[in-house]
């Protein structure tokens, strides 16, 4: 019988006793996976096995990733639509806060590599378009 603490021989895979779904064993005296779609909150972060979402499939980019973490921008992995992802919150170094890589022209200055940055290419305004300022214009 499921939930009685006694795992039956090929009947249960697991049995703790509960009917807590968000542990290691299910109501259904099941061993917890990711993909599921059973969230597991009997663990920290730093813990194998460790879910922060579980959304019952393995598809990319749909923000809950094959081993169960999400997909966000700095997390510090490179999720389904990212250039980079370096897990920092500063966005003038190569890798942007929106998890693309920095360049001339996206409207962001990059620390020790440009001395400004309009947001465009266009060399008829007081910088040019390698963002350096243009003291002739």
Do not use: H, M
Request: a negative charge; glycine letters at 14%.
């Amino acid at each position: 019988q499921c939930g009685d603490g006694v795992v039956w021989r090929d009947q249960e895979a697991c049995d703790d006793g509960n009917t807590d779904n968000r542990d290691a064993c299910t109501a259904e005296c099941q061993e917890a996976i990711c993909g599921d779609g059973i969230l597991r909150q009997d663990l920290n972060p730093e813990d194998p096995g460790y879910e922060a979402c579980d959304d019952g499939g393995i598809e990319p980019g749909d923000g809950c990733d094959s081993i169960c973490l999400s997909e966000v921008c700095g997390n510090g992995r490179l999720d389904e639509g990212e250039a980079c992802d370096d897990g920092n919150e500063e966005t003038r170094d190569a890798c942007t806060n929106s998890c693309q890589l920095a360049r001339c022209g996206d409207g962001i200055t990059q620390i020790d590599v440009e001395e400004c940055d309009d947001g465009n290419q266009d060399d008829d305004d007081d910088w040019d378009g390698d963002d350096v300022f243009d003291k002739n214009q």
